[in-house]
């Protein structure tokens, strides 16, 4: 008789998790009438810039209806609830239903965040004013289901009692008295700010970032059931407390998560130190563009700015005197080199307290490196790896057995377990049993073989844009490559297909892929044809030269990507092979250098090429479905006059290409949306044309040193950004059409500009204008007084201008009626030049109509006394005023008048002698070089306060503070 055995089954193993696995960051509730068509549209794509998927219903629902349960599952999907809180919100009976849900979900950790849209929370809370109203509607018309409304005013009440952010119309306070101590009274009253609307939304989508980050990594990868054991001793690795800089490793065998516990890691404590960098992937990236391109990632990370390394050694040198005395965190991912080390992050480069961090599959490695501190990552015991695959393939309780055959034969690899997961959820019982018989087939030590069942899952669609993003689009940002790859059909849908697939991960917005995964993807090309001719995608440049030497390309190759290091010799090479890849989609080259070029494939979406040697493109260059050409530093002296019928093309990008001297006619590319010409330093015209793109977003003319002029008229309706620094040539400033609404920022720095026109005007949703070092401005152009949106204004560098007479007889008068003093010699005589006074920069009586302005930078632009506005009331919304490099021997008492000012920075104004009396919200002072201020002692001086106290801390000597880079606010 045959035995039977009783199969016990771990809970958690048999059903989908109890709780909803998180699928939205944000759920958006508002009331759509009030604020569908700005406010709320604003915040959605603020806060989708950042990365987050959010949940917005855009259908107007109809009345009487019941709510769709579609939204209440959205709501229990999602990790933060953002209530918009408005005039009308409570007529809505499908917001307060939202309401109750999302009340009902704080109890179960979904965060809530209310914001108060020009209503005052008060009348929220107790349900006045329109809120009243429209409660005593609700009263009347559900009289026989009382509990209905009162389940509402509950939860509006406490929703209305959580900390939120609040937006007002009117500022109902602006006080300001002679003496500290009334100024200090201000504590205990109330402020209601008028906070401009896109600074408002700024500081909510930083509020929700901040919330959300720390946990985004833990919450994307929670079904890594170990994830927080491995954190916590990680955190008793890296030991914060101790001043010495530390090495950590992190090793195991590959898929086992050594990133996925870094990634968490770093992301959680990256904010505790001056700069950090996080270098994904260093083998791989090492072998495919040397370890120059990871020094180069890492300058960008730690100095903020873009430095080229032309060689190791260089680069290594510019690193270690960048992170002297330093305290950074940096990770070095999947090191498998002792010169990877060596390279990036050298023994004694790092000032305290920093953190270093390593994965490795080596343990040797770190041995000789002399990494002591070493966490090992093995894989996961039975239940774990039953609880990770459950959670993936939400198996039934007749799958049981199935279930724990995958589980053994993945021998606890999370990697392994929840690609299976994943690419057996939601199948039958056949599709599991026929899995099974193909797995179970496969040696357990070929794991690509094992991952290569979830690609076989796949439609042909979904097949072509994984195998595209495993061989060239890995670690780009999702957004920059979206119009390549709708070029192609590739929809969202196939993308959140490979997400769901565990194929692929967003993170940052940018496409990440396990490196095993990504060499699946290879195989599987390599797999298409013992002829690499006949390969569909080719990206190792060893390949990529085989086919151009020996004439081998063929109609099969679809992308191709070569990657030549600048020093690397090579043999001439063969453009024949091009003209036979009809089907070429993709194409990025860098430093190949052809004798030639004739026709590409007239499929060509992308045509990316580093260094072009030659001064032109082929005269019939005529590519119908090219989406973007991206040519960096090339050769090319003028862009082909037969550019026509581009169509599609949505970006040229020719930065530093030094000899281009002129643009083409822009005629025959309607749905350009950005124009990249940086650097182009031989550039001297704009063809008039350009004034036909209605689609453009982006013009990107800096540094274009020998542009002298613009089209007489700029009226580019979608235009967001014009940058314009550094064309040191340009003296005149383009009439602004009326249709440039959409313009966001403008950047005229290191210009010869000498006014703005009037026409400026039409700028109304202008938010940033850049005017450093101007040097031909003589006066503050009122006109940008006319900019209600403008939040951040930059004049450092801007001196004025001295008179054009050689020699001046009598007083001078000042240049404008609205202007300050500008203090010039009374008399010189002809026999003789007295030394010239320095030259003020002329400001307006007062900024009126600056009222949404946040920054204001007048560094270094001589302002003398008298020089700044006695009425500074109008800039109500200013938070950071920067007065560095003048020469005033005191600050008018307007100064606090700026209700809203947190910064104020005064360094190097070697005449100021006292300080000015500033409200308790003034959070930093620094007055660094002031050398005539009383007691001077190379101080920064800080201001802090909350609601019980207030504190005038002078810091210690400023280099001590330069050797620490931390300032410690007491709150």
Same mark, same amino acid.
């Given at each position: 008789?045959?035995?039977?055995?009783?199969?016990?089954?771990?809970?958690?193993?048999?059903?989908?998790?109890?709780?909803?696995?998180?699928?939205?960051?944000?759920?958006?509730?508002?009331?759509?009438?009030?604020?569908?068509? !700005?406010?709320?549209?604003?915040?959605?794509?603020?806060?989708?810039?950042?990365?987050?998927?959010?949940?917005?219903?855009?259908?107007?629902?109809?009345?009487?209806? #019941?709510?769709?349960?579609?939204?209440?599952?959205?709501?229990?999907?999602?990790?933060?609830?953002?209530?918009?809180?408005?005039?009308?919100?409570?007529?809505?009976?499908?917001?307060?239903?939202?309401?109750?849900?999302?009340?009902?979900?704080?109890?179960?950790?979904?965060?809530?965040?209310?914001?108060?849209?020009?209503?005052?929370?008060?009348?929220?809370?107790?349900?006045?004013?329109?809120?009243?109203?429209?409660?005593?509607?609700?009263?009347?018309?559900?009289?026989?289901?009382?509990?209905?409304?009162?389940?509402?005013?509950?939860?509006?009440?406490?929703?209305?009692?959580?900390?939120?952010?609040? %937006?007002?119309?009117?500022?109902?306070?602006?006080?300001?008295?002679?003496?500290?101590?009334?100024? &200090?009274?201000?504590?205990? &009253?109330?402020?209601?700010?008028?906070?401009?609307?896109?600074?408002?939304?700024?500081?909510?989508?930083?509020?929700?970032?901040?919330?959300?980050?720390?946990?985004?990594?833990?919450?994307?990868? +929670?079904?890594?059931?170990?994830?927080?054991?491995?954190?916590?001793?990680?955190?008793?690795?890296?030991?914060?407390?101790?001043?010495?800089?530390?090495?950590?490793?992190?090793?195991?065998?590959?898929?086992?998560?050594?990133?996925?516990?870094?990634?968490?890691?770093?992301?959680?404590?990256?904010?505790?130190?001056?700069?950090?960098?996080?270098?994904?992937?260093?083998?791989?990236?090492?072998?495919?563009?040397?370890?120059?391109?990871?020094?180069?990632?890492?300058?960008?990370?730690?100095?903020?700015?873009?430095?080229?390394?032309?060689?190791?050694?260089?680069?290594?040198?510019?690193?270690?005197?960048?992170?002297?005395?330093?305290?950074?965190?940096?990770?070095? +991912?999947?090191?498998?080199?002792?010169?990877?080390?060596?390279?990036?992050?050298?023994?004694?480069?790092?000032?305290?307290?920093?953190?270093?961090?390593?994965?490795?599959?080596?343990?040797?490695?770190?041995?000789?490196?002399?990494?002591?501190?070493?966490?090992?990552?093995?894989?996961?015991?039975?239940?774990?790896?039953?609880?990770?695959?459950?959670?993936?393939?939400?198996?039934?309780?007749?799958?049981?057995?199935?279930?724990?055959?995958?589980?053994?034969?993945? &021998?606890? !690899?999370?990697?392994?377990?929840?690609?299976?997961?994943?690419?057996?959820?939601?199948?039958?019982?056949?599709?599991?049993?026929?899995?099974?018989?193909?797995?179970?087939?496969?040696?357990?030590?070929?794991?690509?073989?094992?991952?290569?069942?979830?690609?076989?899952?796949?439609?042909?669609?979904?097949?072509?844009?994984?195998?595209?993003?495993?061989?060239?689009?890995? =670690?780009?940002?999702?957004?920059?490559?979206? +119009?390549?790859?709708?070029?192609?059909?590739?929809?969202?849908?196939?993308?959140?297909? /490979?997400?769901?697939?565990?194929?692929?991960?967003?993170?940052?917005?940018?496409?990440?892929?396990?490196?095993?995964?990504?060499?699946? =993807?290879?195989?599987?090309?390599?797999?298409?044809?013992?002829?690499?001719?006949?390969?569909?995608?080719?990206?190792?440049?060893?390949?990529?030269?085989?086919?151009?030497?020996?004439?081998?390309?063929?109609?099969?190759?679809?992308?191709?990507? *070569?990657?030549?290091?600048?020093?690397?010799?090579?043999?001439?090479?063969?453009?024949?092979?091009?003209?036979?890849?009809?089907?070429?989609?993709?194409?990025?080259?860098?430093?190949?250098?052809?004798?030639?070029?004739?026709?590409?494939?007239?499929?060509?979406?992308?045509?990316?090429?580093?260094?072009?040697?030659?001064?032109?493109?082929?005269?019939?260059?005529?590519?119908?479905?090219?989406?973007?050409?991206?040519?960096?530093?090339?050769?090319?002296?003028?862009?082909?006059?037969?550019?026509?019928? *581009?169509?599609?093309?949505?970006?040229?990008?020719?930065?530093?290409?030094?000899?281009?001297?002129?643009? #083409?006619?822009?005629?025959?590319?309607?749905?350009?949306?950005?124009?990249?010409?940086?650097?182009?330093?031989?550039?001297?015209?704009?063809?008039?044309?350009? =004034?036909?793109?209605?689609? /453009?977003?982006?013009?990107?003319?800096? +540094?274009?040193?020998?542009?002298?002029?613009?089209?007489?008229?700029?009226?580019?309706?979608?235009?967001?950004?014009?940058?314009?620094?550094?064309?040191?040539?340009?003296?005149?400033?383009?009439?602004?059409?009326?249709?440039?609404?959409?313009?966001?920022?403008?950047?005229?720095?290191?210009?010869?500009?000498?006014?703005?026109?009037?026409?400026?005007?039409?700028?109304?949703? %202008?938010?940033?204008?850049?005017?450093?070092?101007?040097?031909?401005?003589?006066?503050?152009?009122?006109?940008?007084?006319?900019?209600?949106?403008?939040?951040?204004?930059?004049?450092?560098?801007?001196?004025?201008?001295?008179?054009?007479?050689?020699?001046?007889?009598?007083?001078?008068?000042?240049?404008?009626?609205?202007?300050?003093? /500008?203090?010039?010699?009374?008399?010189?005589?002809?026999?003789?030049?007295?030394?010239?006074?320095?030259?003020?920069?002329? *400001?307006?009586?007062?900024?009126? =109509?600056?009222?949404?302005?946040?920054?204001?930078?007048?560094?270094?632009?001589?302002?003398?006394?008298?020089?700044?506005?006695?009425?500074?009331?109008?800039?109500?919304?200013?938070?950071?005023?920067?007065?560095?490099?003048?020469?005033?021997?005191?600050?008018?008492?307007?100064?606090?008048?700026?209700?809203?000012?947190?910064?104020?920075?005064?360094?190097?104004?070697?005449?100021? &002698?006292?300080?000015?009396?500033?409200?308790?919200?003034?959070?930093?002072?620094?007055?660094?070089?002031?050398?005539?201020?009383?007691?001077?002692?190379?101080?920064?001086?800080?201001?802090?306060?909350?609601?019980?106290?207030?504190?005038?801390?002078?810091?210690?000597?400023?280099?001590?503070?330069?050797?620490?880079?931390?300032?410690?606010?007491?709150?």
């Amino acid at each position: 008789m045959a035995s039977t055995r009783t199969q016990v089954v771990p809970p958690s193993f048999c059903s989908p998790c109890s709780k909803p696995q998180p699928k939205n960051d944000i759920f958006l509730n508002f009331r759509g009438e009030d604020t569908r068509d !700005n406010f709320i549209d604003h915040l959605y794509y603020a806060l989708k810039e950042k990365g987050f998927i959010i949940f917005k219903d855009d259908k107007e629902l109809v009345p009487g209806n #019941p709510i769709s349960t579609k939204l209440l599952d959205a709501i229990e999907k999602s990790r933060m609830a953002v209530i918009i809180l408005s005039k009308n919100y409570a007529y809505s009976t499908w917001c307060l239903e939202e309401l109750v849900k999302i009340v009902e979900g704080i109890k179960g950790g979904l965060k809530v965040l209310p914001i108060f849209y020009h209503v005052d929370p008060c009348h929220v809370r107790h349900q006045k004013e329109t809120f009243a109203m429209a409660f005593d509607e609700h009263e009347k018309r559900l009289h026989e289901n009382p509990e209905k409304v009162q389940m509402w005013r509950t939860a509006l009440r406490e929703v209305a009692n959580l900390s939120g952010k609040t %937006l007002m119309k009117e500022v109902e306070m602006l006080m300001s008295h002679p003496k500290p101590k009334r100024v &200090q009274s201000m504590r205990n &009253q109330t402020f209601k700010r008028n906070w401009p609307e896109a600074e408002f939304i700024r500081t909510i989508v930083d509020w929700i970032f901040s919330e959300l980050k720390d946990k985004r990594s833990i919450v994307y990868e +929670d079904s890594f059931v170990r994830i927080a054991s491995r954190v916590e001793e990680m955190n008793s690795c890296l030991d914060m407390n101790l001043n010495e800089v530390r090495f950590i490793g992190i090793c195991g065998k590959s898929g086992m998560g050594k990133t996925t516990l870094a990634r968490v890691v770093f992301d959680m404590i990256y904010n505790q130190f001056e700069a950090c960098s996080f270098l994904e992937n260093v083998k791989e990236v090492s072998e495919a563009h040397g370890l120059e391109t990871l020094q180069e990632q890492l300058l960008c990370d730690i100095s903020k700015g873009a430095l080229r390394v032309r060689d190791v050694t260089r680069g290594i040198q510019v690193i270690r005197n960048i992170l002297r005395d330093k305290k950074v965190l940096i990770v070095a +991912d999947d090191v498998s080199e002792k010169r990877h080390l060596e390279a990036l992050v050298g023994k004694s480069w790092f000032g305290p307290r920093s953190r270093i961090i390593v994965t490795t599959e080596d343990e040797r490695l770190l041995k000789s490196y002399e990494i002591q501190t070493v966490c090992k990552v093995d894989g996961l015991n039975n239940d774990e790896a039953q609880r990770l695959f459950s959670h993936k393939a939400h198996c039934e309780n007749d799958f049981v057995d199935l279930g724990n055959n995958f589980v053994t034969y993945a &021998q606890g !690899n999370p990697l392994l377990l929840k690609v299976l997961g994943s690419y057996l959820c939601k199948r039958t019982k056949e599709e599991w049993e026929s899995a099974w018989n193909q797995i179970k087939a496969i040696p357990k030590e070929n794991i690509l073989e094992k991952l290569q069942i979830a690609y076989n899952g796949l439609e042909d669609l979904e097949k072509k844009l994984f195998l595209d993003i495993a061989c060239f689009f890995k =670690g780009e940002d999702q957004n920059r490559v979206a +119009d390549i790859l709708e070029s192609v059909c590739y929809s969202d849908n196939n993308k959140r297909k /490979l997400i769901d697939k565990s194929l692929i991960t967003i993170v940052e917005g940018k496409f990440c892929m396990h490196h095993l995964i990504q060499q699946m =993807g290879w195989k599987i090309v390599y797999g298409e044809s013992m002829d690499l001719g006949r390969c569909s995608r080719l990206w190792h440049y060893t390949d990529v030269l085989d086919v151009l030497k020996n004439n081998i390309g063929t109609e099969r190759i679809e992308g191709m990507m *070569l990657n030549m290091t600048p020093n690397e010799e090579h043999e001439e090479l063969n453009v024949e092979p091009f003209s036979k890849m009809n089907k070429l989609r993709l194409l990025k080259i860098c430093n190949l250098h052809l004798p030639r070029l004739i026709n590409l494939s007239n499929e060509l979406r992308l045509l990316e090429w580093h260094e072009y040697p030659l001064k032109s493109l082929p005269n019939c260059f005529q590519l119908p479905e090219l989406v973007e050409l991206i040519m960096h530093r090339s050769c090319i002296k003028e862009l082909p006059r037969e550019f026509s019928h *581009l169509y599609k093309l949505k970006l040229i990008d020719v930065s530093d290409s030094q000899n281009l001297c002129g643009t #083409p006619n822009f005629s025959g590319m309607p749905n350009i949306e950005r124009l990249i010409f940086q650097g182009c330093t031989g550039l001297h015209a704009l063809h008039p044309s350009v =004034g036909g793109l209605k689609r /453009l977003i982006l013009l990107n003319l800096k +540094d274009c040193k020998c542009l002298e002029n613009l089209p007489h008229e700029i009226n580019l309706k979608s235009l967001k950004v014009l940058i314009l620094s550094g064309c040191s040539k340009l003296k005149k400033f383009p009439k602004i059409g009326r249709n440039m609404k959409s313009m966001l920022e403008l950047y005229l720095d290191r210009t010869a500009v000498e006014e703005l026109p009037s026409s400026i005007k039409h700028l109304t949703g %202008l938010t940033l204008l850049n005017l450093q070092d101007c040097k031909n401005l003589s006066s503050f152009p009122s006109v940008i007084c006319s900019l209600i949106s403008l939040e951040i204004l930059i004049l450092s560098g801007c001196k004025g201008q001295p008179p054009k007479a050689r020699y001046l007889l009598g007083p001078i008068s000042t240049l404008s009626s609205i202007c300050a003093t /500008l203090t010039l010699p009374y008399t010189c005589l002809i026999d003789r030049q007295p030394e010239p006074e320095p030259i003020s920069l002329l *400001l307006p009586e007062s900024f009126s =109509g600056l009222s949404s302005l946040v920054s204001l930078d007048l560094s270094g632009c001589n302002l003398l006394d008298g020089a700044l506005p006695d009425d500074l009331s109008y800039l109500f919304s200013l938070t950071s005023l920067n007065l560095r490099n003048n020469n005033f021997t005191c600050l008018p008492y307007s100064i606090s008048q700026l209700l809203n000012l947190k910064l104020l920075f005064l360094d190097h104004c070697s005449k100021l &002698q006292s300080l000015p009396y500033l409200l308790l919200s003034t959070q930093f002072v620094s007055a660094q070089g002031c050398t005539s201020l009383e007691n001077y002692s190379n101080q920064v001086v800080v201001w802090t306060s909350d609601a019980a106290d207030s504190l005038l801390l002078i810091a210690m000597a400023w280099l001590m503070m330069m050797k620490e880079k931390l300032l410690m606010f007491l709150c």
